[in-house]
């Protein structure tokens, strides 16, 4: 006990030393909250567009007018030619091009299927898949339109449409990003600094020579892996409580669950991630080697815990590694309590799998130190 | 019961053998210096008795403990000094001397003694509260010293103390290492530093791995047959190819700085009549040269 104590203290005195690192454990998550919580927007609008048309009607204007009303569209290009939509979409100055054929009014008129080009530069697939699926929707409503209206004038009477799909967002009805990123962002912020700050723990005292004094010490194992992860949990603590107040204060991020559940959960987070952190620095002949697997953890953590992407669309290996990667159940945990506002009935085994994942990994680093050099 | 013996204790890292079959015995009370030059396997023998790293094969015992199986018993006995400094940089002096004696678990009161009395030691006296980092190599040496030995190790094992220290400095460590031997504390010492060998009670040379002799200052040097002739010379090496080319009656023949350093026979001292020697009592430098060309010999028959 006493031993711990003296780390402890250690640990504690060097961290307030490093007044930088320090401030950039509290500063990290301010900044990048805001950063992603305003840069970041899976719902892509306002679409640089260009268009060509060449039917010159009322028909062409108003459609063309639903096209800029849904917000999707900004038109603003008009081409004069099949070679000026080309131009502005090679140079990237238009993402779309809509073009209209000479016959589009009188085929709408006529009742005939009227086409209508839209070009889509696919090589941003979000911007494409939102531009596409927005396109498509507004052709489709436009034609409701257009066929209601006809039917009316032959039965003379106004039809329902047959099917009447009405969706119900829960959680988050306005699709506000920030609140599905925000707990997002602060998963990734916790894994990033705890696994990296702890990885460089062991590997560093090694770098110094302090190691080689502490194994000739009575220090033993498991005292050396608390006296590392025990001060981070801490600043781990500190860092969750600044995300959220920043979520809450800039972002109105909802807590609709039990807050109390939430840091007990996100410490079984933090506990895991620095538990990860050992891990790696037990394995590390020096920084440099500590700093690349941090990262080697980190990027699968971002790409393949739901954070960025949805894992429903993984292959299932890929979605099965996800299953390894403690910020996968965090992040299932933060978006349970903070949207849907539910608790261990609902969420019991995403906090049992972060039980799990920490003890076999704490296990693991304690085993591996045998208190020898070679 | 010997504070060390070591039986054909042996380290290898791949297919270089840093430490062949060395068996020594270190009697309890004394300093014994632990001479070689950079890379003959002072330290990973010192390491090994330390529980640092294991040996590959043969056996070690630290005040009658077993290296390989207990070593943590062995801990609480031993202190250790790298050469490489290895305290916290980013601490004060005081506060590294806290967490050492943290590290032993002393109890409060006893702590506060100890620290006193190693700041004492160590004439670190009201320089407590400097960072570690802002103090000069002889302080920092006598620093991780006095942390290595807060606890009242049986054995300090030290391993190049005074690697890169001026000699005012090396002067104040030995001073301690003497105190603490006085007070009944065994010291094995790693240098090669060949006058600091003589204030050894008990010497080990050791060379390419081995250990080729092992006794005091005094046996060591008595050891060495024939007479040792001091032949002063501004060219030394024209001095030995002259030697070589009367074939004069020559055991061993070597430069030593401004001077030629030849062994020979009693009967045949006569022979160097017309040179300007003097006979010397041979210093531990030259029994170790001697031991080194033995083994060699030894090794190519």
Partial sequence: MIRLRALLLKE??????DRLTFGMMIGIPIIQLLMFGFA?????????????DQSYSVEGRELLESFSASGYFDINFIGRSFTDVNTRIDSGDAKVGVILPPDFAQNVRHGRSASVQVIVDATDSMAASSAISTAQTIGQLRSQEIMI?????????????PYDIRIRPWYNPDFVTAFYMVPGIMGMILTMTMVMITSMAIVREREHGTLEQLIVTPLKSYELMLGKIIPYVFVG???????????????????????????????????????LGILISNFSKNQMQAMQLSFFVFLPSVLLSGFMFPREAMPEFFFQIGRLLPLTFYLQIMRGIVLKGVGIKALWPQVLSLAVFSSIVLTISILKFRKKLA | MWAVETNELTRTFGSFTAVDKVTLHIRPGGIYGFLGPNGS???????????????????????????????????????????????????????NLEFFAGMYSLSKALKNERIDEMLRMAKLTGREDELTANLSGGWKQRLALGCSILHRPTILFLDEPTGGVDPKSRRMFWDIIYELSAQGTTVMVTTH?????????????????????????????????????????????????ELKRKQLPVLDAYAHGAAVHVRVNESELAAFEGYPFHIIQPSLEDVFVHYVKEKRQEVAA
């Fill in chain 1, 149 to 161: 209206q006809r039917l009316e004038n032959v039965v003379g009477r106004q039809d329902g449409l």
């Fill in chain 2, 41 to 95: 396997g002072k330290s990973t023998t010192i390491r090994m008795l330390c529980g640092i790293i294991e040996p590959s094969s043969g056996s070690g015992r630290v005040m009658g403990l077993d290296v390989a199986t207990q070593s943590e018993a062995i801990k609480e006995k031993i202190g250790y000094m790298s050469q490489k400094f290895s305290l916290y940089d980013d601490l004060s002096v005081r506060e």
């Fill in chain 1, 12 to 17: 504690f005195i060097q961290m307030r030393r």
């Fill in chain 2, 193 to 241: 530093f060949m006058d600091e060998a003589e204030h050894c009670d008990e010497i080990g040379f050791i060379f390419e791995g081995k250990l080729i002799a092992s006794d005091t200052p005094s046996r060591l040097q008595k050891a060495i047959p024939g007479r040792l002739l001091q032949i002063g010379t501004s060219d030394p090496m024209e001095m030995m190819e």
């Fill in chain 1, 237 to 275: 603590l500190v860092q969750a409580t600044v995300a959220l107040m920043v979520g809450i204060i800039v972002f109105d991020l909802p807590i609709r669950g039990n807050l109390v559940e939430l840091f007990l959960y996100t410490l079984l987070f933090i506990v895991a991630s620095l538990s």
């Fill in chain 1, 40 to 52: 970041i927007n899976t719902d892509v609008k306002h679409l640089p567009t260009v268009v060509f």
